[in-house]
């Protein structure tokens, strides 16, 4: 096994990461839209699905419920989500979102097209798939063993 760090799957998975995760933050920030990168995903599922728990949105979001709580409390004191307690049990919080975060949706997608455009130049739709299912692979591998 090679143990050159550049040429471990790991690094190189958590290195494009940082580096995919900082790219969209700066063109946010030259957008001037004041949203984070963790912001924006926490918004995306909340726009698949209005109402999600807290809980579920950091099971979507593959991050740490802490984490999530403190996304969400961000969110609503920008108003663009509240959060309302589940009637089904009181221990959960619902999050919804406000029509505020509308006038910015547009502008975060495009964000991270602009994003996805730079850092996919040069890759066929064939190599995307490809690198998608291996990473799926991987993803679920590591899911599989958190459990």
């Given at each position: 096994?090679?143990?050159?760090?550049?040429?471990?799957?790991?690094?190189?998975?958590?290195?494009?990461?940082?580096?995919?995760?900082?790219?969209?933050?700066?063109?946010?920030?030259?957008?001037?839209?004041?949203?984070?990168?963790?912001?924006w995903?926490v918004?995306?599922?909340?726009?698949?699905?209005?109402?999600?728990?807290?809980?579920?949105?950091?099971?979507r979001?593959?991050?740490d419920?802490?984490?999530?709580?403190?996304?969400?409390?961000?969110?609503?004191?920008?108003?663009?989500?509240t959060?309302?307690k589940?009637?089904?049990?009181?221990?959960?919080?619902?999050?919804?979102?406000?029509?505020?975060?509308?006038?910015?949706?547009?502008?975060?997608q495009?964000?991270?097209?602009?994003?996805?455009?730079?850092?996919?130049?040069?890759?066929?739709?064939?190599?995307?798939?490809q690198?998608?299912?291996?990473l799926?692979?991987?993803?679920?591998?590591?899911?599989?063993?958190l459990?």
């Amino acid at each position: 096994m090679d143990h050159n760090l550049e040429n471990i799957v790991n690094h190189r998975i958590s290195t494009l990461a940082v580096l995919m995760k900082r790219q969209v933050f700066n063109i946010i920030a030259r957008k001037e839209l004041k949203i984070t990168p963790d912001q924006w995903v926490v918004l995306y599922f909340l726009w698949q699905e209005n109402g999600l728990s807290i809980g579920e949105l950091a099971k979507r979001a593959k991050k740490d419920f802490a984490n999530v709580t403190r996304i969400v409390e961000k969110l609503v004191k920008m108003d663009y989500v509240t959060k309302k307690k589940s009637e089904k049990d009181s221990r959960v919080c619902n999050v919804f979102l406000q029509p505020k975060v509308e006038a910015i949706k547009n502008d975060i997608q495009n964000c991270w097209k602009e994003a996805s455009d730079v850092a996919l130049k040069g890759v066929t739709q064939s190599e995307q798939k490809q690198l998608t299912d291996i990473l799926i692979k991987i993803e679920n591998n590591i899911l599989l063993d958190l459990e």
